[in-house]
């Protein structure tokens, strides 16, 4: 009962932090992308604050998931919560990894497409990059290397 009360709060809130030219906006972006008007509303069920998301960055994270990894734009109304990751330093770094593993066949590029976005960082290390022993060192650079970029940093280390 409290999950149902708390998605119906979360609901609620999102709704009333929008107004209506900016809730067009984001289901005409959504609607661009082909979704329906049925799968944006069970995608607001499941995930209110995916309403909270900018049309910029429903368009940039859009993008990159269906013309630079090959997925389906409607993967992401499966795991709506992906959509308020950072571009930069979570989705790209993580999706470099992902597709090391696909080109090297060890992972399937269809295999629990969301999972690598959604995991905590400490599960995807442990089972994305470090997960990997005759290519861990080649992961743990490339994904550092993704890491740094996005941050601006010199040089993070994964231990």
């Given at each position: 009962m409290?999950?149902?009360?708390t ?12 107004t209506?030219a900016q809730w067009?906006e984001?289901?005409?972006t959504?609607k661009?992308?082909g979704?329906s ?20 960055k ?11 990894l090959g ?7 499966r ?10 330093k ?11 593993l ?6 399937r590029k269809?295999?629990g497409?969301?999972t690598p976005?959604?995991?905590?960082e400490?599960l ?6 470090k ?5 861990s060192?080649?992961l743990?650079?490339l994904?550092?290397?993704k890491?740094?970029l996005?941050d601006?940093?010199?040089g993070?280390q994964?231990?």
């Amino acid at each position: 009962m409290l999950k149902i009360f708390t998605t119906t709060a979360l609901a609620f809130l999102a709704k009333r932090s929008a107004t209506k030219a900016q809730w067009d906006e984001k289901v005409e972006t959504f609607k661009k992308w082909g979704w329906s008007d049925e799968q944006i509303l069970e995608t607001f069920k499941k995930h209110p604050f995916c309403m909270l998301v900018s049309p910029s960055k429903i368009n940039a994270i859009m993008d990159f998931w269906v013309h630079h990894l090959g997925l389906d734009s409607l993967d992401l109304a499966r795991a709506p919560g992906i959509l308020q990751c950072s571009l930069e330093k979570r989705i790209i770094p993580r999706a470099s990894v992902v597709q090391f593993l696909i080109s090297k066949g060890l992972r399937r590029k269809d295999a629990g497409v969301y999972t690598p976005f959604v995991v905590s960082e400490k599960l995807f290390v442990e089972k994305f990059v470090k997960g990997f022993e005759e290519h861990s060192s080649d992961l743990i650079k490339l994904y550092e290397e993704k890491l740094n970029l996005a941050d601006g940093r010199n040089g993070i280390q994964l231990v």
